[in-house]
């Protein structure tokens, strides 16, 4: 029997956003004082253990972080009131929010203060989506919860979300609400839609998808939907050691693909751990 042909995703692992908000908490190690995220850094185990061999900690509450220490803000920023409570306080924050997370806090607040409703496409239990309400001033509600008077109306998504759920949801908001003028930002990272364009792509052609990436990350999840979505028996991992022998019984191709605060190094352990278990051979990325 061939070698089965295995697929890795070329955009797979880091985004820009979270290599720069590694970077910036590693740096930020690396001088005096300790050194806090509030939440995990990004939704990676991994990652998050590694930093905090590195003497960063993870704290859920501002009250937690001693004077004089530095907080690195995460990725997926944190709410207003938040972070005016630790610029009141002898705290040296280092702001690694995700500028295109950034932007999208920044629409809302510029909506809100134009006068409109804003509505936010994403989960409403995500840090992002906490973080993008406490901008609306009041003015902002989560989807599917929508105004229903004749109101001025301005729409964003979570940065991570599924653009086509994303413009379905506009569609229904259109279809629904009697608004008097609609505004929509596509706030979609370009990155993320790149990866689900490319999950799409390799999902077609494989018999087999992994998934690589925290458990709780968001547009991880993300990509193991649309390759279930497309019918394919996927697999949602986070280390290589998850990966069973069985899943590749047959197959003749087998994609892989990772969500976006997957490290480069994992990535390679789990196209490692495919080829010795099937002898397969990797197109694209190569192994080692």
Sequence with gaps: MCAPK??????????????????????AAKGEGPVFTLG????????????????????????????????????????????????????RIVDATCPFVKRAQQIVRSLAEEGFSV????????????????????????????????????VVSQTTQLLEKFL?????????????????????CQSTAERQKECRQIAREADVVIVVGGKN????????????????ETHHIEVA?????????????IGITAGASTPDWIISEVVEEVRRMTGGVVNGRQSG
């Excluded at 379905?168 to 979609?188: G, M, Y």
């Excluded at 050691?241 to 191709?253: D, I, Q, T, Y």
């Design 6 to 27: 295995v697929v890795v995703a070329e955009t797979a692992g880091f985004c820009f956003g979270v290599k720069r908000a590694v970077k910036m908490a590693y740096d």
């Design 40 to 91: 995990p850094l990004i939704h990676n185990p991994q990652v998050v253990d590694s930093l905090r061999e590195k003497g960063i900690e993870v704290t859920s509450s501002v009250e937690e972080i001693p004077e004089g220490a530095v907080v690195v803000i995460r990725s997926h920023g944190v709410p207003v009131d938040v972070l005016e409570r630790l610029q009141e306080n002898d705290i």
């Design 119 to 154: 509505v936010i496409f994403g989960d409403k239990k995500h840090p992002e989506v906490k973080a993008l309400v406490s901008y609306g001033m009041g003015r902002a509600s989560i989807y599917p919860e929508i105004p229903n008077d004749k109101v001025k109306i301005g």
């Design 168 to 188: 379905q949801a506009v569609k229904e908001i259109i279809d629904k609400c009697p608004f008097s003028e609609l505004r929509v930002h596509n706030t979609v």
């Design 217 to 232: 990350s968001a547009n991880t999840k993300k990509l193991v939907d649309i390759a279930r979505s497309m019918g394919k």
């Design 241 to 253: 050691s998850e990966l069973s022998p069985s899943w590749f019984l047959g197959k003749r191709v």
